[in-house]
């Protein structure tokens, strides 16, 4: 059973730190929790943690996922503020709750009950400002003076409808692991969409849609508009296309027909990450960016991980 690792473009920041663990027989869910819990920090992520992009009102909502492909038991938080790290929340959502989605304030009440480290902590304060200044900028560009004068007690529909993501700002941390055992896990943790309505999750807590794994068929994770692969389950479906006999990169081609076939109100694009039971791995975009998506990978054999350029298909 070769150990395997794969993850998206934010997930360079930790691919070393995943590696390493597997690489001295760490069971997937701990790789995982490895593998983002250095994205989640780190300093030049834009997309993924308390520095990345925040909601209209201008605070951070984190949404991550884990999910067990042995047991398929999952955990996921939504739209969490005041955290280090969501990715760790999320796990304990599933091991300690007989819940699988926790969001807002009581995802927050959880946090705490459990001791999990607050943040915004001092080694995130660069991204933290920077962030703000983001957001004070573009709120400075679309929003006139009359009405900021009041925000955020405006309504906010008109400018979520202007917001920043999927037009530019977009990513996601994935991790998708094999472990020793034989056994597929998957993980995600994202800021989402920028300056989004707040109280919006993304597809990355969605079981099913940013997020999926079965160790007898394989695991997908994905990038880009949530919105879309919400509402075609992408996640779920690479996952059972494969069990319908497909190759992995033959589910990902068949998942996408599924996207296209979505009308969509934006220009934004998917990425889909996916590895089978034996940990071959694909990665497939579509839309915009696609030439700047990267992806990691490292199975058993291989000296050192890899920087691979997604596969890229059009609407
Ligand atoms: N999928 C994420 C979301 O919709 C964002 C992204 O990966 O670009 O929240």
Redesign the pocket.
Known sequence: MAKTILVSSEGKYGIEAGVEVLRGGAARLDVIEAAIRPVEIAPECR?VGLGGWPNLTGAAEL?ASIMDGRTLHSGSVGALSGFRHPISVARQVMERLPHVLLVGAGAARFATEIGAEPGPTDDQAAAVALARQGWETWLTAHVPAEVRADWPDVPLIEWARQSA??ETA???TIALVKDAAGEIGCGVS?C??AYKYPGRL???PIIGA?VYADSRYGAAG?????ELTIRTGTARAVVLYMKMGLSVEAACREALADLRAAERRFKGGVTIHAIDAAGQPCVLSVGRFTDTVRWYFWTEGMPAFEERQTLVAGW
Do not use: I
């Open positions: 997309s949404d993501d999927p977009h990513g996601t994202t989402g969409w993304g597809d990355s940013g994905c990038t880009g508009m949530g």
